[in-house]
């Protein structure tokens, strides 16, 4: 489409005159374009000069879409030689400058579009001023084994960083540009790297100056070269490598956020992606720094001091505001959008965005900020930067401040297309209002929120507040003065809790078990919905406050955007542990698993208190987790054994997950009932430096297996592992070679090692000898046993479980008659005699039922009880680590399992438990009695 057609808007002739005089400067204009360019040239003398110079080339220029007129620029930019680079980089700029701003004035193209449209021209003026210039140092010599054809192409490894706006893609209309040059030591001799370097300086320098310096044709892009490290001390190009020697060492917050932007833009681009590469740990850190937080808000309040634009009281003052670092100004939504994205971006790659918008589109997408806001903030930060391109497109300023005088603001009104100046200025208020009340709310810190705690608190609340001083976490200086700025806020909110004693008396619990505060309560402070999900879970699961005690630093996870997000799914879990691990070495892989895992786990754990799970997904959870962690370590296993003994013989081995793991049914304090079994492949001995027999070599592995998940480090424990349900249990080998696991099974196994077999789940290790152990489950199974046997075996076992003294009761629903585990080994014992390998015990009783074993409705009342019961299992270990007590878990405790179990309250739900077992028993016990045909 051509320019004409597509035009939605027009500036309001300022001086008619100009634009009068600006039509006698263009020819053979069709009637749309003419109210654009008498608008534009009335209201900007800048733009009006440019059309009286290039009014013959514009003419034409105008007959084509503006997206072939700037790429022809570009291209033809690229072409120019080193003696007419000078006039030839200015002459299109005064070009580009008059396309870019009639496609913005009239409508053509929208803001991004814009600045992408006069970035890519920036980049091209740099990519084209670098090469010449390296070129020539290249063909006088000064820069060793580098030829001019060579420098013309790569520019011999040196490369200009686009920093800032220029990054982003987000130039603004009379922008600087902000570059960093650097140069690639690794293509130069350690005798030849100064001299290159010096070469590399020169070229910088005659860059820069092509682009600065103001000649009688104007000038190209001011260019800045000051964000380079160190720059009082530095030359203008220096190595990668002291670069990068410099941000490991002495980088600075102001820096990280710099680097958000940064961009290979000219030059050795590929050096420069893989120097960026190497930055990631710098700019995007692992584990939340709060301190970066606080450096942010000091960096907001120097500028605002250093440029005199602090805010008074009331409304803001438009004449002279400035609207990129003033209150409301765009500099407040890319601080609001930068400092998020380096809190969490570290954990979230995508968020990882150069653009502002496109920035916080990420973060809302993640649940960082409120969608509504990030609308909000995207939609004001577009019209700042109209009013922004308004003010420097009027005489080509480089100023962000509004008019002081009456007529100024009438010509900006007019500018913007607006003739009701006060209209123009009551909407131009409004909108930085709007800004500074959305962004306002992040910069306010936290202790002003909470500062008001209760006026009073009980004597037993006030004895549990006077131990705390004496707390690990309060033994420092700087821990205890952020505290004191928290306390008030924690107190109050506790005072809102159904029972505030039980909850400050968790909460106590939780400070307590605390080793260090700083770190913690800096997250607090600068996030108070922590301080909200805190109080929730000290107010309604005691257990789950422990836990986070010991492992506080999950509460990063609760600030990742995607703590909140639907649960990923398995195989995205082993993506991303297996992502997390690759680089490192055995220990931090232990290390860096548990960590992972326990952020993991307590997200499961916040999901079901907060009702967004029911305990059966929470089930399903907590089994991915396991299933992922020992997907992922099993090989780092496997991996350091062979290091010492040579590779895993044959198909090696595979983990099997048995219990509540094979079935799926985990929770939250589950240990791992596992076996392994292997397969050598006729392999004797091992080819290593240390060579092993395929019984040792396995054994090995599975032993340190057993280490790697259950051994405290100073990242915690995994799980606790226990392999009595290997063949022959205590007594047989830790490992197992799959010919004896078959043989075992078909020819010695007792039937509760069959019954267990019904859960069992080959989980990790090489596919082919997974499903062959899957096979012989399977084929086990399916043999159909015989009832005669199973019943009187089941019944025995009962009786064994029952004689150890595990008798259950009202809220222990696991053991005793008619309780959990009393359901699933009768479930098992119907999966044998069916010959059906189904796992899930609802499927297991149906085939009971199938057979004629239970009675329909015997399988209806042991599936609703089995479902219950793992509800209250699955919730009450969420809330304690110990016995399952009413009256230790507290009002909140009680009310949240009656919410699971959909009861209307404990007493309810005690005698809804009771009357459940009572009916699962007598069931139980007629089908133990009962006799089978064969």
Not at 271 to 279: K, P
Not at 473 to 482: F, K, N, T
Not at 771 to 782: H, L, P, Q, T, Y
Request: net charge negative; proline share 4%.
């Amino acid at each position: 489409m051509s320019f004409a057609s597509r035009i939605t808007r027009h500036p309001i002739p300022y001086a008619p005159e100009r634009g009068a005089e600006a039509l006698a400067h263009l020819h053979h204009l069709p009637p749309e374009l003419r109210p654009l360019i008498e608008g534009t040239a009335g209201c900007s003398p800048y733009l009006a000069g440019l059309m009286a110079k290039e009014g013959h080339w514009l003419s034409h220029a105008l007959d084509e879409p503006p997206e072939d007129t700037i790429a022809a620029l570009i291209k033809e930019a690229g072409e120019l030689t080193l003696k007419d680079l000078n006039p030839g980089l200015r002459q299109f700029k005064r070009r580009a400058a008059l396309i870019v701003a009639l496609a913005d004035l009239g409508g053509v193209w929208g803001l991004s579009t814009v600045t992408q449209a006069w970035t890519d021209f920036a980049d091209a003026c740099v990519e084209v001023a670098l090469h010449t210039h390296v070129a020539n140092e290249a063909r006088r010599g000064k820069i060793p084994g580098v030829t001019e054809e060579e420098a013309l192409k790569d520019a011999g490894g040196m490369v200009a960083l686009a920093m800032g706006k220029m990054g982003a893609g987000e130039l603004n209309y009379s922008s600087d540009i902000d570059l960093i040059c650097l140069f690639d030591e690794t293509r130069f001799d350690d005798a030849d790297e100064m001299e290159a370097r010096a070469g590399f300086i020169r070229a910088t320098r005659r860059m820069a100056a092509t682009l600065s310096e103001t000649t009688a044709e104007g000038y190209v892009f001011r260019t800045d070269l000051r964000l380079r490290p160190d720059a009082s001390v530095t030359p203008v190009c220096i190595s990668m490598a002291a670069a990068e020697r410099y941000y490991e060492a002495e980088g600075r917050s102001w820096e990280r956020s710099a680097y958000i932007k940064a961009r290979a833009a000219a030059g050795d681009v590929a050096a420069g992606e893989r120097f960026l590469d190497t930055l990631t740990p710098f700019v995007w850190r692992r584990h939340l720094d709060f301190a970066m937080v606080q450096d942010t808000m000091d960096m907001r309040r120097r500028i605002r001091e250093h440029k005199g634009l602090h805010r008074g009281t009331g409304d803001i003052v438009l004449e002279g505001h400035n609207m990129k670092l003033g209150a409301g100004g765009i500099r407040e939504i890319e601080f609001f959008a930068q400092t998020r994205q380096l809190v969490a971006g570290g954990r979230d790659d995508s968020l990882r965005q150069r653009r502002t918008v496109k920035a916080l589109q990420a973060l809302a997408r993640a649940g960082w900020i409120d969608r509504g806001a990030a609308s909000d903030l995207a939609e004001l930060y577009a019209q700042h930067r109209e009013i922004e391109h308004r003010l420097q497109m009027i005489d080509d300023a480089q100023t962000h401040a509004l008019p002081k005088s009456a007529e100024g603001f009438d010509r900006l009104a007019r500018f913007c297309g607006e003739g009701d100046t006060q209209a123009f200025r009551k909407a131009l208020s409004e909108r930085l209002e709007r800004t500074e009340r959305i962004c306002g709310e992040f910069f306010a810190p936290m202790g002003s929120e909470v500062a008001e705690g209760p006026s009073d608190i009980s004597e037993e609340a006030a004895e549990i507040v006077a131990r705390w001083p004496g707390y690990a976490a309060l033994r420092s200086v700087r821990g205890q003065e952020i505290f004191e700025r928290l306390k008030p806020g924690f107190l109050a909110r506790f005072e809102k809790a159904a029972k505030p004693l039980e909850a400050l008396q968790n909460f106590d619990g939780f400070l307590r078990g605390l080793p260090a505060g700083v770190q913690l309560f800096s997250l607090f402070e600068a996030n108070p919905q922590l301080v909200d999900l805190i109080v929730d879970i000290c107010a309604t699961a005691p257990g789950l406050s422990r836990y986070l005690s010991r492992h506080s630093a999950v509460l990063d996870a609760v600030l990742d955007g995607r703590f909140f997000a639907p649960w990923p799914g398995r195989d995205a879990l082993v993506a991303d542990l297996q992502e997390a691990l690759n680089g490192l070495d055995y220990e931090d892989r232990l290390d860096e698993t548990r960590r992972w895992q326990k952020e993991w786990h307590f997200r499961t754990g916040v999901h079901q208190l907060r009702g967004m799970i029911d305990a059966e997904t929470a089930g399903a959870h907590y089994t991915d987790l396991a299933d992922a962690v020992l997907i992922a370590l099993w090989p780092a296993v496997c991996e350091d054994i062979a290091r010492r003994h040579g590779p895993a013989p044959g198909r090696g081995g595979a983990v099997v997950a048995m219990g509540s793991l094979g079935s799926g049914r985990m929770t939250a304090a589950s240990d791992l009932d596992l076996i392994v079994i292997y397969d050598a492949g006729g392999v004797e001995m091992t080819e290593g430096r240390r060579p092993l027999d395929p019984r040792g070599w396995f054994a090995k592995a599975t032993k340190a297996l057993v280490t790697a998940l259950s051994a405290p480090t100073a990242a915690g424990k995994l799980y606790d592992v226990d392999m009595r349900l290997r063949p022959s249990g205590r007594q047989g080998p830790v490992a197992t070679a799959l010919s004896a696991f078959e043989r075992y099974q078909r020819e010695e196994a007792w039937t509760w090692e069959h019954m267990a077999l019904t859960r069992a789940r080959a989980l990790a290790g090489e596919a082919t000898l997974l499903a062959d152990i899957e096979a012989i489950r399977c084929a086990v199974i399916e043999a159909k046993a015989d009832p005669a046997k199973v019943i009187p075996d089941a019944a025995e076992m009962r009786d064994r479980l029952a004689a150890a003294g595990r008798s259950g009761g009202t809220w222990a629903v696991k053991e005793g008659p008619g309780g959990l585990q009393d359901i699933e080994l009768v479930a098992q014992a119907a999966a044998l005699i069916a010959g059906v390998p189904l796992r899930p015990v609802s499927e297991q009783i149906k085939a009971g039922a199938a057979i004629g074993w239970l009675g329909r409705d015997e399988a209806e009342t042991l599936c609703a009880a089995h479902k219950l019961f793992a509800t209250i299992n699955q919730s009450g270990r969420l809330l304690t680590d110990e016995a399952l007590d009413p009256e230790a878990i507290g009002l909140g405790g009680r009310r949240f399992l009656s919410e699971q179990a959909d009861q209307a309250d404990a007493e309810t739900l005690a005698d809804v438990l009771d009357k459940t077992r009572a009916e699962a028993r007598s069931v139980i016990e007629a089908a133990l009695t009962r006799r089978m045909n064969t």
